[in-house]
């Protein structure tokens, strides 16, 4: 079993920081890329920011020069740290890692969601 769970949403006002956290726990051989996706209501689930294994990072137009992903290894966490967050970025956070468990095989899990919201 592996589990992934985030923290760290809450209410910010707009311009404000927020850093989200995501754990990985359970049956885990090794991480591959993790990833921080967001989707609001009756829209599909888009891509924030990615991180390899290697450290490599990619990041969605609308969130470059705010946003920051980084990893701890030994932690087997990733954080996402937002910083001039503006009313648009007020939606639900996943967190998304691929995990190659004990069993040898590679899966994609996902977080429950935090919620972020930004007052203007």
């Known amino acids: 079993q592996v589990q992934l769970v985030e923290s760290g949403g809450g209410l910010v006002q707009a311009g404000g920081s927020l850093r989200l956290s995501c754990v990985a726990s359970?049956?885990?051989?090794?991480?591959?890329?993790m990833a921080w996706y967001r989707q609001a209501p009756g829209k599909q689930r888009e891509l924030v920011a990615t991180?390899?294994?290697?450290?490599?990072?990619n990041y969605a137009d609308s969130v470059k020069g705010r946003f920051t992903i980084s990893r701890d290894t030994a932690k087997n966490t990733v954080y996402l740290q937002m910083n001039s967050l503006k009313p648009e970025d007020a939606v639900v956070y996943y967190c998304?890692?691929?995990?190659?468990?004990?069993?040898?095989?590679?899966?994609?899990?996902w977080g429950q969601g935090t919620q972020v919201t930004v007052s203007s």
């Open positions: 991180i390899t294994s290697g450290a490599s990072t």
């Open positions: 359970g049956n885990i051989l090794s991480i591959n890329t």
């Open positions: 998304y890692a691929q995990i190659r468990t004990m069993s040898g095989y590679e899966y994609q899990y």
